[in-house]
């Protein structure tokens, strides 16, 4: 079929994974190597489910796979103020939304991380968006 041992036994392998792992991948919220790690798992689809709502790489999915957690992004750790901790916790709250801010210096950034489109709609109607150009 021109294609390698390896390759058709990983994509065989992946055959063994849950109907919902299949639907990510089809659905391109999972790449091949992603689901790979999740393969032998104790609870795939919930590691799946982190995995996508986390935006981990290949290599942090394959860590979280075997119970190490992923891996933590490389930089500086900065302890987030107790000020920025509420304002976080506040906005959440108000928006029904996760809402994570950092910064840097004087400036940063306000991460609005919403779980499907309805939600998404919300917040742009909150904003005064109404879609008209």
């Known amino acids: 079929i021109g294609k390698s041992r390896s390759h058709v036994a990983n994509m065989v392998r992946l055959l063994t994974l849950p109907e919902n792992i299949k639907n990510m991948i089809d659905a391109g919220q999972l790449t091949a ?11 795939p689809v919930a590691l799946a489910l982190l995995v996508v709502d986390d935006g981990l790489n290949v290599r942090q999915t394959e860590r979280l796979a075997q119970g190490g957690g992923p891996l933590k992004k ?10 920025t901790i509420a304002l ?27 779980k499907n489109l309805d939600q998404l709609e919300d917040v742009l109607r909150r904003l005064g968006y109404g879609g008209e150009a």
């Open 74 to 83: 490389p930089g500086p750790i900065r302890a987030k103020d107790a000020d």
């Open 88 to 114: 976080e916790r506040d906005l959440t709250n108000i928006l029904g939304l996760n809402v994570l801010i950092a910064s840097k210096g004087q400036s940063g950034s306000l991460t609005l991380k919403y």
């Open 33 to 43: 190597g992603h689901a790979r790690a999740l393969i032998g798992a104790p609870d």
